[in-house]
């Protein structure tokens, strides 16, 4: 059993930040894969940005140089920074995370958080 609890959402101005993170908890032996998706309101669930277990990270084009994920492997915590923030940026953000459950069980287990609402708008 994993939980995935995420925290920072909320009303921001365009050109604001914002912080989101993310705490990973339960049966893990190590998490190969974070990432944050998001969806807006009539769209489809897209991948924002992810980070491996080497550190290595992928953005989507839409918030190149403006997000920066990062994970913190000894704490089982990821984070996923957000500066100039756009009107266009307002969705629901979710925490995923690709799991190793423990030493004998490769996994992987999908994990998901329940969802942290961002709103940008004047």
């Known amino acids: 059993q994993v939980q995935l609890v995420e925290s920072g959402g909320g009303l921001v101005q365009p050109g604001g930040s914002l912080r989101l993170s993310c705490a990973v908890s339960?049966?893990?032996?190590?998490?190969?894969?974070m990432a944050w998706y998001r969806q807006a309101p009539g769209k489809q669930r897209e991948l924002v940005a992810d980070?491996?277990?080497?550190?290595?990270?992928n953005y989507a084009d839409s918030v190149k140089g403006r997000f920066t994920i990062s994970r913190d492997n000894s704490k089982n915590l990821g984070n996923l920074l957000m500066n100039n923030l756009k009107p266009e940026d307002t969705a629901v953000y979710y925490c995923?995370?690709?799991?190793?459950?423990?030493?004998?069980?490769?996994?992987?287990?999908?994990?998901w958080g329940q969802g942290t609402q961002v709103t940008v708008s004047s």
């Open positions: 995923y995370a690709k799991i190793r459950p423990s030493y004998f069980d490769y996994g992987p287990l999908d994990s």
């Open positions: 339960g049966s893990i032996f190590s998490i190969y894969t």
């Open positions: 980070i491996n277990s080497a550190g290595i990270t």
